[in-house]
């Protein structure tokens, strides 16, 4: 099993309130993603990095931000969480920059704002 | 632009029945990845194929990559019930991230 960590696992909080979730991962991969994932709908890339101090935003717009001062660390922050954020965030990563090699996915954080 | 379609969006089948997922691509794709997602899981690598024509099977499983590297296929022989969840195709569009297609959920009835 991959060794990449997600927390929290679960989190509810109120509108307007700043948020991180983090992301961490033991296998010294240069490429950290972060995807968005309503249920039983399809993945949408928001941010990806490959490597220290590199960040690019996905596909969907999102109003978060990322950071990458680590190898192992890709934390995603939301400044002003709003009930349109509720959703499963699930972090990746994966070897070898010059293609596109196989995910490892984390567990995901379900976040929900009231 | 780039354009994948992955289809059907849903299936539900007896259990021992077959079942195939299709990925369509408009341009020519340099590899595909397929990725299996449990209910209340996350996404699991199964497969890449990377050459044209190419066939791979993974016990009941059996991938392939058109000859065009426009489109794939994961067919399931005599489903179970373990194969429930969703499958996705990634393919590599040669952008610098991954996306994956929409999904297929797969339902098995006992």
């Known amino acids: 099993e991959a060794d990449i960590y997600q927390t929290p696992r679960y989190l509810v909080i109120g509108t307007g309130k700043k948020i991180t979730l983090e992301c961490s991962q033991t296998?010294?991969?240069?490429?950290m993603y972060w995807y968005q994932q309503d249920p039983g709908m399809e993945l949408h890339l928001i941010h990806y990095?490959?490597?220290?101090?590199?960040?690019e935003k996905g596909d969907l717009s999102s109003e978060s931000t990322v950071s990458r001062i680590r190898t192992e660390h890709f934390p995603l922050t939301l400044e002003s969480a709003r009930p349109s954020h509720t959703s499963q965030y699930l972090c990746?990563?994966?070897?070898?920059?010059?293609?596109?090699?196989?995910?490892?996915f984390g567990n995901g954080t379900r976040l929900t704002v009231t | 632009g780039q354009q994948v379609m992955q289809i059907p969006q849903y299936q539900h089948v007896q259990e021992g029945e077959d079942f195939t997922t299709y990925c369509n691509s408009s341009?020519?794709?340099?590899?595909i990845q397929w990725y299996k997602q449990r209910p209340g899981g996350h996404p699991v690598f199964l497969i890449q194929?990377?050459?044209?024509?190419e066939v791979k099977k993974q016990k009941r499983l059996t991938f392939q990559f058109g000859e065009a590297k426009k489109n794939s296929s994961l067919h399931i022989t005599a489903t179970q019930t373990t194969d429930v969840g969703t499958y996705f195709c990634?393919?590599?569009?040669?952008?610098?991230?991954?996306?994956f297609g929409s999904g297929t959920r797969l339902q098995v009835q006992p």
């Open positions: 341009t020519t794709l340099s590899n």
């Open positions: 990634a393919p590599d569009t040669g952008r610098r991230a991954l996306t």
């Open positions: 990095s490959y490597g220290v101090n590199s960040t």
């Open positions: 296998m010294g991969h240069d490429k």
């Open positions: 194929l990377v050459k044209s024509g």
């Open positions: 990746a990563s994966s070897n070898r920059a010059d293609y596109n090699s196989p995910l490892h």
